[in-house]
């Protein structure tokens, strides 16, 4: 069994800057992909951004230029370095991971529980 789990979500005031972390554990084999998407009450998922396992980025538009992904494969953590918070950056931000778990013949994507990161004067 493969856990993700997530951390350092904080109340912020627009123009902050947080850096969230998450942390896959258990029989892992190896991970692909890993991003992370948000979501506001009321609101659609969004991507907001991936990094490959070959180091291609993907970032959603509403965060490009203020967000950056990096990752740590040793210790199966991924970053997000979030700056010049707005309020509408709002939302419970969670980890995805393609996964391979030992005696597995096939990637799976599991998921954070979430932290919530509220941008607000």
């Known amino acids: 069994q493969v856990v993700l789990v997530e951390s350092g979500g904080d109340l912020m005031r627009p123009g902050g800057s947080l850096r969230l972390s998450c942390t896959a554990s258990g029989s892992i084999v190896s991970i692909n992909a890993m991003g992370w998407y948000r979501q506001a009450p009321g609101k659609q998922r969004e991507l907001v951004a991936l990094?490959?396992?070959?180091?291609?980025?993907v970032y959603g538009d509403s965060v490009k230029g203020r967000f950056t992904i990096s990752r740590d494969n040793a210790k199966n953590t991924v970053f997000l370095q979030m700056n010049s918070l707005k309020p509408e950056d709002t939302a419970v931000y969670s980890c995805?991971?393609?996964?391979?778990?030992?005696?597995?013949?096939?990637?799976?994507?599991?998921w954070g529980q979430g932290t919530l990161v509220p941008v607000s004067s």
């Open positions: 995805n991971a393609g996964v391979r778990a030992t005696n597995s013949d096939h990637y799976i994507g599991v």
């Open positions: 990094l490959s396992s070959s180091n291609i980025t």
